[in-house]
């Protein structure tokens, strides 16, 4: 929108704490690229994950941060703010305040969320449908199955054929990432997302 987001997350903490050392370093690194005491990149070897690994003090600081929404929603503005202002030749807050969240307990109150969300740009007159509303995940969705030609079973067509796996190969994940240990799932040979039961975070910010 312009003048707020809402993003739907999943915090899963016991899969969080379930990491290996060296994955919390693989993961902090993807986020925050590593640079030494000059500002210069850092070049990331095996070698130097696995010695960052053994900095246990470290590695459960970043853990933390990994699951922490505040942290989250800090790393999610402020690139935003600073791009924002360089665009407008000016400093200051970007942000209006910090953000607010409400936790989703049940399936209804999921699917009321998702709906809410992705028809935002609809009640506020900037898209006609849903699939036309910019920036939106259901957009992105739309247009990954038209690419392959397979909005039919999108849609719940006649060719949509049984469970079709439509969102293969898609980078938007579902609610919860099922893989296993190799990799089977949503980045082997299907998505295996299903709505949970557990709590969610809805980050609605507006500056």
Known sequence: MDDRLHVLLRLDLPQARAWSAEEVVRRWIVLCPPRDRLGKPVVVTAAWITER??????????????????????????????????????????????????????????????????????????????????????????????????????????????????EQGHWLLPIEDRRNPNGQGLAGTSREGRVPRSVLECADHTG
């Open 53 to 166: 690994a053994k900095d246990s003090v470290w590695v459960e600081a970043r853990r933390l941060r990994l699951t922490d929404l505040g942290w989250f929603m800090n790393s999610l503005k402020e690139p935003i703010a600073r791009r924002a202002n360089k665009d407008d030749k000016c400093t200051g807050a970007f942000w209006e305040g910090r953000f607010r969240s409400v936790a989703i307990l049940d399936e209804a109150s999921l699917l009321a969320t998702c709906a809410y969300i992705d028809l935002n740009p609809v009640a506020a007159g900037i898209a006609a449908t849903p699939e036309k509303s910019p920036y939106t995940s259901i957009k992105s969705r739309v247009d990954h199955c038209a690419e392959q030609g397979r909005l039919d079973a999108l849609l719940g067509g006649p060719s949509s054929g049984a469970k079709a796996d439509i």
